[in-house]
Structures are given as structure tokens and as C-alpha cells.
């Protein structure tokens, strides 16, 4: 009995260290961003470094605008998610109601391979097969049109379908899990009441799974916000308004692109947009929560 015990309070106490390692990281890092993000803001102005257009840090009268940055960073996250969820979604659904166990197992061994990718592959692909079939169609578009910039396929359109394909794995193994979680006897009662399959899932199944589904969306946006290597191979590299066929940059790939080079004030500015990042990520997380709870509820 004592050895069962000590056993008991040395795993407790084990658990308990664990737990408190992982708040002292999350607050450590909160604080060093914080400390290295908010001298920027002082110095540009918060008005003029989250607001401003131009992008110049190098010039002789330097601009420190971020707005266009911030943009491209949300709608690229947007868009990829509205167009990644409803298919990691559905794959999700087919996988755990409808697949028989041999084309499951082939599917779900395709998607843990997509996870398995690493991003540098995904923007090689990209450059390779996505940007010229995106440079084929916006000659097609804007043939003619002398004021457009050509970007050779390096676009935003690129970067929202490399995104929506690379959050994939998550929203699909996350929303999978999910919904297999869920208790048999929910499906049976569905069906005994008359509902078809397709009812019992998209009305009895899905809601039940709620709030699984939920953080694999939540998973994907943070995967499609702190994206930056493959993006930065698709998505052209300039600062402007993020229309689909103009080349932009997002607040991972400006970091990643500069950070190198980078001194004194633009230095400091590269830390405040990693600052506006993991606030948008928290801000996102606090929003799963919120979800999580009403749902509980």
C-alpha cells in the first residue's frame, strides 16, 4: 500500500510539473513577445505601423506600414479556410460513416501522408504545376490591360489553394477523431426514428461532434496563419492589397524574408508584426474557447 501511494503522489507530482512547464512556456513566450514587440510601436506609431500602406524600410525616409501585410495574412487564412473545411469536413464524414475499412484505410493512409509532407514540398509543387497555370490565366484575364502588374503566377490565388491544401490533414484527422467519438447508440436512435444516414450524420452526428470539429478548424487556422515557407515560394513577395491575382506578403513570410538583414528599427518592426501574429492567434483561441463552452452549454 505505501508503494502503490508514493507511486500515486510521484505521478501526481510528476503531472503537475508538466502542467506548470507548459503555462511557464506560454507565459515566457507572451512576455518575450510583448517586450520585443511594443518598442516599435512607440517609435513608429501605432497608427502609422498598423495602418500605413507603404512597406519601406530601407529607404532613405523609411515607412514602416503593415496594413497591407495584416490583410493579405487574413483574407489568404479566410479563404483558405472556407475553402478547406467543407472538404476536410466532408473527407472527415466519408471516412467515419460511409468508407468500408479497405478504401478507408487507403484514404486515411493518403491523408496521413499529407500531413507527413513537409512545406517546402508543398511550395515546390506549387511553383512548379500551381503558378504556371495561374500565369496561363491571368494572361487570359488581363490581356490587354497595360496598367496590370504580371506576376508570373506568384499570386494570392496560389497562396489560398497551397493553404487550403495544407490544412487539410489537420481538419480532416481532428474532425475524424470526432465524429468516431461519437456513441453508437446517437446513430441508432436516429435511425429508429426514420431519419436516413445522411440526416442521422449531418443533423444528430455532426452537432454531437461539435466541438471536436471545431478545434480542427481551429488547428487549420493556426497552420494556415504561421505558414510561411511555402507561401513564400507561391505567393510573389510584394507588399500590396490582396486581390486575387496580385503578389503579396503575409506577416510569416515578411518576417522570414527580412529578419536576415534586418537592423535597429526594422529589426524592431519585424518583431512587432510577430507580435500581431500571436495576437491573432490567441485572439483565435479565445474564440474556440468561447465556442467550446456555448456549445457545453
Known sequence: ?????????????????????????????????ILKGTPALKKVGVYDLL???????????PAYGIFYIILSSLVGTAAAILLGVPIGLLTAVYLSEMAGKKTGSIV???????????????GLLGMMLLNPMMYRL??????????????GGANMLSAILVLAIMILPTVISVSKSSLESVPNSLRAASLALGA???????????????????????????????????INMVAGGAVNIPLPFNSVRTLTTQ?????????????????TVGLVLYVFIMIVNLILLNARKRGAN
Open 1 to 33: 500500500m505505501k508503494q502503490r501511494a508514493f507511486i500515486e503522489k510521484l505521478a501526481k507530482t510528476i503531472v503537475l510539473i508538466c502542467a506548470a512547464v507548459a503555462i511557464f512556456a506560454v507565459c515566457a513566450i507572451t512576455l518575450y513577445m
Open 51 to 61: 495602418f500605413g500602406k507603404v512597406w519601406k524600410p530601407t529607404a532613405a525616409h
Open 108 to 122: 486515411s493512409s493518403a491523408v496521413e501522408l499529407l500531413a507527413a509532407i513537409p512545406s517546402v514540398i508543398y
Open 138 to 151: 491571368e494572361h487570359k484575364i488581363y490581356r490587354g490591360d497595360s496598367q496590370h502588374v504580371f506576376t
Open 196 to 230: 436516413t444516414q445522411e440526416q442521422t450524420i449531418f443533423k444528430s452526428v455532426i452537432p454531437a461532434a461539435k466541438s471536436g470539429i471545431l478545434t480542427g478548424i481551429v488547428l487549420g487556422i493556426g497552420r494556415a496563419l504561421g505558414e510561411a515557407m511555402a
Open 255 to 271: 518576417i522570414v524574408s527580412e529578419m536576415g538583414y534586418a537592423g535597429g528599427l526594422h529589426r524592431e518592426v519585424l518583431f
